[in-house]
Structure formats: C-alpha cells, structure tokens
C-alpha cells in the first residue's frame, strides 16, 4: 500500500508536466522505430523482393546449405566448451581466493572489447603455416587451423568466451555459499554438492549466458571473416555468406539469407526474454531486502 | 501553524487508504499519528505535506486551502523513514540543499549549516558522505536538512523506525527537546504506541483509513471510545465485550463477589514488575501485571488455583463506551 | 600469473574438496585462458615490436592509417555522445513511464546484442542505403551510415546500464529535493543526474569499446572508402587482405590499446561508484 502511494505521487513530483511526458516517450519510441525496428521489417520485405523463388535458391543451394551447416557447427562446438569453461571459472573467481585473480578476472572481459578483426588477426600470428609460433609445427602434424574450420572455432570462442562467466560470476556472488556449506555439513562431497546446489541455483544465469554465447557464436563475422579465408562450400559462415552475395550483387539473394540468420537472432531474443523473466521472478524471491547495489551493475554493464 | 484536515478521501485502486479523515493540529504542538501499517497514517502524513494529492478533501494551513498548493510551496519539512539521504553530497551539501535552491547567499547558508549540524550533534561530520554515517547520524542530518529551510510544519514519517532500540530511545528524547526549543509545529507518524506516548502531545490513532479518536496521551489510555484504541493503546484482556487492563486485574485466593476461578499456568518476572498468565475454567487465556511485592505478598505458584477479579473495566456495547469500576471488596 | 604446482588448500578450507579440486579447477580456466586470449594477443604485441619501434611508426603514422583510427575515434565519440542522451531517456521512458507495450520496446533493446552484426549493416542499408526503402542520400558510404551502423549495435548498453540503477534509485530522494524547494527540473539535474552517472558512463564506455572495434555492420555500409568511411576495423582487414601485416598488427595494437584502457576505467567506474554506495 506504501509502495503504491510512493508510485502514484512520483508522478507528480518529478515526472511533471503529461506534455514533458509525451515528448520524451515520443522521442524514445521515435529513435527505437527509426533505428531498430522499420529496418528490420524492411529487409524481411526486401528479401522478397525479386520473388520467393530466388530467396529460396540463394538458402538452398550447396553454399547456402553448406554455410547453414557449418554456423550450427560453429555453435555446437564453442558455446559448450564455453559454458563448462564459463562455470568453472566463475566458481573459481567467486569462490576461489588466489593470487592472480584480479588478472583473470579483466582477462575474461577483453574480448568484449578487442575488435573481432583484431582477434582475428592475433590468431592468425599465431596460426598461420610460414612464420605464425605455432602454425608450422602443427602443419608438420597435418593439422591445418588457418582457413578451416578449427581456426573459426577457435576465433567463435574467443569472442564468445565471457557471456556465460559474466552472467553467472554476479549469480553466485548473490546466493552466497551458505547452501554450500549447509550441504557439506549434511554430508554432501564436492560432486554432490555442485550438482544438487550450486548448479541449480545458478541455472538462470548460465541459460542466459548460453544464449547470448549462441547469438554471438551464429552471427560472428569479422573475427571468422579474418581466419576463415572465406572459401565458399568450406569455410563459409552464414554471416560470411551474406556478405558474399551482397558482393556479388545478389542482393535479395543477402537479404533472404540476412533474414533466415534475423530469424535465428529473433529466436534468441525471444528465449532471452523468456529467461529474464523466469530469472527476475527468481532473482525477486532472494534478494527481497531492498536496495542491492552494484547488482544492477554486474548484469546491465559488466556483462556485456 | 496550524493544520486542518477536512474530510480527505484517497484511494489507491480499490484499496481506501483514507476514508472521511478529519483532523486538526494546533500551532506549535507535537502530534503522533498512531496506527498499524495499513492504517493510512503515512498517506495522511504524505497528503499533509503535499506528496500525495487527496481524492476529495480540503488541507487548510493558517486558515489557507493548500490543497493544490505543490510540495514546493508548502513550507513543509519532511523526514523519510529511510532518511532520504541525497547519496551523492556531502552532509553540508545535503543540509544546504534547500538553502541553495533558494539561492540564498553563500556566507550565510555556511553559516546556517554550521548552526543546524550543532543543532542535531552532526559538527563534526560537515565532510562526510551519507555512507559514512551511522542511521541515527543520517537521521539527525535529514532533520538538520529538513529544519534548514525554517518549514512551518515538520513532518516526520516514522523517524526512528529503522533504528535499534537504543538510538531509537535516546532520539526520542532529543526530538522532544528540540520541539521544546524550535517550537514548530510537528507531526510524525509511528506504529509504536510507547513511542507515541512518551514523545506527543497529542495523540491520533489511526485503523482501516480511519481516525478512531484523537487527544492526549493519559486521555486516550484512560477513555478510549474504540476497543480498537483500547487495545492499540496499551496492553488489554479481553472478556467478551469488556476489555481489561492487566494491572487492573485483581488476583485473591478466595472466592469473591465478580471474580472467577483461574489457574496460574505460569509466572514470569521482570524485575519490578510479575507478570501472572492464567487460564480461567471458562473463556480466554488471561494474564494480570503486578508489582513484585504483590506478587510475593500473595505467594503465588504455578498450577495454582486463584480467583479474578476485574477492579477497573471498559465496556464497549450498543450503549456506548463507559469504564465500570468495581468497589474494593 | 600464479602457476597450477604451487596452490595448496589454505587450512580454512580443508572442509571442502571442490569438485575435481580446486587446483584442477583453477588450472582449467588458466590453460583456457592463455589458449585463447593470453597467447593470440601475446603474438600481436610481439608481431608489432618485430620491425622495431620505427616500423611500428611508420606502419601507424601511415596517413591511410592515421585517417582510420581518427575517424574511428571521433566517430565512437559521437555515437557515445548520441547514446548517453538517447540511452538515458529511454531507460527514463522505460523505468519511469507508463503506456501500452511498453514490453515489447523494453524486448526489443536487446535486438543488437541478438542480431549478427552483418544482417545489422544489411539492414540499415534496406532501409538508408541507396538503393534503400527510403534511399536517403548522403547515408550509405559516408561518415553518417558509420554512425548509423555503431548507434544500432551500441544501443542497448547505456540503456541496460542505467535501467536497473534508476529502478533502484531512492524515490523518497526526489521527494524530500521537491519537500526543500526543488522543481522538477532541478531534481532532475541535481538529485538523479548526479546519482546516474556513473551508469551512463559505465555504459558509455561499453559502448565505445564496442564502437571503437565494430565491424561487421559497418563492413557494407561504409563502403570502405580510405580517409572518408574507413574505421581501423576496415583498415586492419584490407592491411590483412593484402599482405600487409605489419600495417595490420601496427594499428591493431592501437585498438588493442585503446580496448584495453576502456576496460581498465570501466572497471574504475564500478569500483569507484560501489564504494560510494551507489
């Protein structure tokens, strides 16, 4: 009852005038439908633009399959290398008191902040056959990473590597190890007690953190761009398909690819939202206290 | 100051936060308003102060309807139960705030800043941040801040609420003695009947929207017009319509003329004062308050067979409230 | 960094074996992280020093090169100014106002951060490019579609920033500036300003990180024309597509640079305003 009166009388002192109001939801909505939401339609409408039949060509056929194939690859490989390696540095960073932490900890966010270019071209030092420090020796193995499929993964998950760690890192920060401990003096072991308590606590925050690794392992461009070599039929992402039939003036052909990869992104959205609201019904019922500072931090910034 | 309240309504929804409340605050006094949560003493507080805009009702201040009359302009200063603490300014910027806004001159707003952190023991804290400060200090410079811009009105919404045991004693104190040297008229809202006793003059006990009755401290304890003001104020038995205080409950190992038979099913003491729970052979459970002496004197024990006797009742019928008293047998 | 060999269990903490030990633990995410991050960018800054400082200069101090790493900053500069204020009032809008489908805008934020950054490009050039739906001049292949393409990958990061802190921000704060005097105006500029700011910087400089390197959507729509639309990103892969490695390493360490100080004062942000309990 406080809380409503508190809600309802904000209005009035701040909010202002219905006019002031309007203006900026105007504004906002405005800038969304301009930036985000016109341009979107658009190209579901401009991908069938020169007819179904030619949307439909430029997705079935070898490369367009071909490139389909190898995305779910991309994302089948790294987003689970990244999601156990996600978990298991987060306990280790939240859990874990170790000289070297600090460094790991801004280690993790780096390649939200590096260029996917520039990531791509670190490998590439690293990789390439003549003179990369690794590359001749692997090749005298006949394993080849540049311009194939190992070289892309490696550059997916890379750039994919912190979502899961930065949704889970503030999860567990939250829940304390008090249940831990409840459960070790019950008799639980490590195994038991990771399974049966930590995990399921933390399994809003980790569902998140895949999804969003999904969306960026599907649609990563300049990094794959850099170490794939982009040759069609072999190395050829979804993304790095697009791109080449909008070069090769198959326009409508791009944007119905554009689209089927919209669609993927769209799907992702939509289980984002899902999530956050499971998660926030959650995230509601354990920290119930009032003001949690920095919390809001963790999510809206640290993550992403 | 004076403050008259006439017939305010305010609804959130479907929930009556405010139903028909009449009120009227003398200039200069000290008021509580009591009641438990919900009772709609906060939005009777927040309406007062021009946060909360009533649906239908008047607020008249010195014979003025401020009714539409903004929280800026009503010359009120308003303690939050969370102090409200500007998180980002120092205690002398929190304290100058309204100073500044009122674009007074520098000199002087140090000054009076000066004066008000004496005032409330804060001289020392000038520099400090709100996340320096323990919650009674943050309290103390909400008032500071609050009294800075002279208000006509200080309203204080359950000002020590959030503070332990302790402080909370010792700032009732203070808030009495500032009163007595600020003499502004004062409003504040509590949920604690003791708080409200020993700090106010006047007493408003508030239930379901509803102002149940108004008027001193010892008047409202000794006639209360409600059963709900005579359990909200003070500590009561009940037996059917009639409401009995504990220290009015007369224990005897015979038979008397009103009294009925109980058994003492346990016996606590609390330094001066016994406190005796008793299960009568019929109706509830019942428990009478008596000096150590008393007790002593009648050599009580557990599982003991007594007789009960109310010297002093209330009864709240169809005919009215009255106290019954009943002649020392 | 410490190595795996010497961590022991501290004696606090003989009651808990983690799962597979901590060492394994501790061990696993160090190898991952020298794998994938530590080692590819420990072969850039060695790449970059190979020709000597005087290579690094001349491959930096390039004109091509000086033009795309101004143009990007000036550009991530404007989209970051764009954003603070757009960011700002629809976080507002969205925490403070009220109005029907108000969830779907609130869904729709996160649309970047879901979307491929190439169908990105692609699909602000449906619309703005030349050959677009509105086909405005003077957006595809200049300076402008560059900022259009960064405005709509950056978007959500001020807004996700700020949302929660204003969600959290104290109302009874704003009621007791309006209790001393306070307009609304003034509220706003002195009481929810100050107290969001370190959110919209800290977003702020999430978004310019993430400008600073963009290239995926900006890749078509530019037009990657040197001096005029081309942003470091670009630069560094023509520099790749031709050959050029050390023009390539030379300006990716300055990105690398320029990524590494955004991290390092965000982190300052969030230390910074969590020790003012904020």
Not at chain 1, 126 to 143: C, E, S, T, Y
Not at chain 2, 216 to 221: D, Q, S, V
Not at chain 3, 66 to 81: E, H, Q, W
């Amino acid at each position: 009852m406080a809380a409503r009166g508190i809600a309802d009388s904000r209005i009035n002192v701040v909010q202002g005038s219905r006019r002031a109001r309007l203006t900026m939801r105007t504004i906002g909505i405005g800038y969304l439908l301009l930036l985000l939401v016109i341009p979107v339609i658009t190209v579901f409408i401009k991908a069938f633009e020169d007819g179904a039949a030619n949307a439909w060509e430029t997705i079935t056929s070898p490369e367009g399959m071909h490139a389909f194939w190898l995305t779910l690859v991309m994302v089948v490989v790294s987003v689970p290398l990244n999601t156990i390696f996600g978990v298991v540095c987060a306990i280790v960073l939240v859990r874990h008191k170790f000289r070297g932490k600090a460094l790991i900890n801004s280690l993790i966010d780096l390649p939200f902040a590096i260029s996917p270019v520039v990531v791509g071209l670190a490998l590439m030092l690293v990789f390439n056959q003549r003179d990369g420090w690794f590359g001749p020796w692997l090749a005298d193995h006949g394993i080849r990473v540049l311009f194939s499929p190992i070289g892309m993964i490696f550059a997916t998950v890379f750039v994919s590597m912190p979502f899961v760690v930065r949704e889970v890192v503030p999860v567990l920060q939250e829940i304390g190890d008090d249940q831990e401990q409840a459960a070790r003096t019950l008799g639980a072991n490590g195994w038991q007690t990771f399974w049966r308590i930590t995990l399921p606590s933390i399994r809003w925050g980790v569902t998140y953190g895949v999804v969003l690794s999904t969306a960026r392992a599907l649609g990563e461009f300049g990094a794959v761009a850099v170490v794939s070599g982009k040759i069609s039929g072999v190395t050829e992402t979804l993304p790095l398909y697009v791109s080449k039939q909008y070069e090769t003036f198959n326009v409508s052909g791009a944007y119905a690819a554009a689209v089927l990869l919209a669609l993927l992104g769209l799907a992702t959205l939509f289980a984002m939202n899902l999530i956050e609201r499971g998660g926030r019904k959650r995230d509601q019922a354990i920290t119930n206290t009032g003001h949690t500072p920095g919390t809001g931090l963790s999510r809206g910034e640290e993550t992403r | 100051m004076s403050i008259v309240v006439n017939s305010v309504t305010k609804r959130f929804g479907d929930f009556v936060a405010l139903d028909n409340v009449n009120l009227e605050v003398r200039d200069g006094s000290l008021t509580a308003l009591l009641g438990p949560s919900g009772s709609g003493k906060s939005t009777l507080l927040r309406v007062i102060a021009g946060l909360e805009q009533p649906d239908t009702g008047t607020v008249v201040m010195n014979g003025q309807d401020v009714t539409r009359v903004p929280v800026q302009d009503r010359g009120v200063g308003f303690c939050f139960q969370h102090y409200a603490a500007f998180k980002h300014m120092t205690v002398r910027d929190n304290v100058a705030f309204g100073l500044k806004i009122r674009k007074r001159p520098k000199a002087e707003i140090e000054k009076r800043v000066r004066e008000l952190l004496e005032l409330v023991h804060l001289e020392g804290f000038i520099d400090r941040y709100p996340g320096q400060l323990s919650g009674g200090q943050r309290q103390r410079m909400a008032l500071a801040r609050a009294l800075a811009v002279e208000p006509k009105v200080l309203l204080l919404d359950e000002p020590f609420g959030a503070l332990d045991a302790k402080v909370r004693e010792e700032l009732r104190a203070w808030l009495r003695r500032l009163h007595d040297e600020v003499h502004v008229t004062t409003i504040f809202v509590t949920h604690d009947q003791e708080e409200a006793m020993d700090v106010a003059e006047q007493i408003v006990v508030m239930n379901e929207g509803r102002i149940e009755q108004a008027g001193a401290p010892r008047e409202l304890y000794e006639h209360p017009k409600t059963e709900f003001v005579m359990s909200f104020v003070g500590p009561v038995n009940r037996l059917g319509y009639e409401f009995v205080r504990p220290h009015d409950l007369e224990i005897g190992h015979v038979p008397k003329q009103g009294a009925i038979e109980a058994m003492i099913e346990r016996i606590v003491h609390l330094g001066f004062e016994v406190r005796v729970e008793l299960s009568p052979a019929e109706g509830d459970r019942l428990w009478a308050q008596l000096t150590r002496q008393q007790a002593e004197e009648l050599e009580l024990a557990e599982n003991q067979i007594v007789y009960v006797r109310p010297a002093r009742k209330k009864v709240f019928d169809e005919n009215g409230p009255r106290t019954e008293e009943l002649l020392p047998a | 960094m410490s190595s795996v060999g010497h961590i022991e269990a501290p004696p606090k903490r003989v009651h808990m074996p983690r799962f597979g030990g901590a060492a394994l633990s501790r061990g696993f995410v160090i190898t991952y992280l020298s794998v994938l991050v530590l080692i590819p960018i420990a072969a850039l800054a060695v790449r970059s020093t190979e020709d000597g400082w005087d290579g690094f200069w001349t491959a930096v101090s390039h004109p091509m090169a000086v033009d795309a790493i101004i143009l990007t900053i000036l550009a991530s500069l404007a989209v970051v100014v764009i954003n603070a204020v757009m960011g700002t009032l629809l976080a507002w809008v969205l925490v403070r106002d009220d109005f029907p489908g108000k969830g779907i805008l609130n869904s729709l934020i996160d649309l970047p951060f879901a979307l491929p950054t190439i169908v990105a490009g692609l699909v602000l050039m449906a619309l703005y490019g030349e050959t677009g739906v509105l086909g405005i001049e003077g957006i595809s292949f200049t300076i402008a579609g560059v900022i259009l393409a960064l405005l709509f990958v950056t978007l959500p990061f001020v807004i996700r920033a700020v949302q929660p802190t204003l969600m959290e921000l104290d109302l009874e704060m704003e009621e007791a500036a309006a209790s001393l005097g306070a307009r609304p105006f003034t509220i706003v500029r002195r009481i929810i300003l100050p107290n969001l700011a370190p959110a919209i910087l800290a977003g702020s400089a999430l978004a310019f990180a993430r400008a600073v390197g963009e290239f995926g959507a900006v890749a078509l729509i530019s037009g990657n024309i040197p001096g005029k639309t081309q942003v470091a990103a670009l630069f560094i892969y023509s520099r790749i597509e031709s050959g050029d490695m050390s023009g390539a390493t030379a300006v990716s360490v300055v990105l690398l640079a320029i990524s590494v100080s955004i991290l390092f004062g965000f982190h300052m942000i969030n230390r910074w305003s969590t020790r003012h309990g904020r």
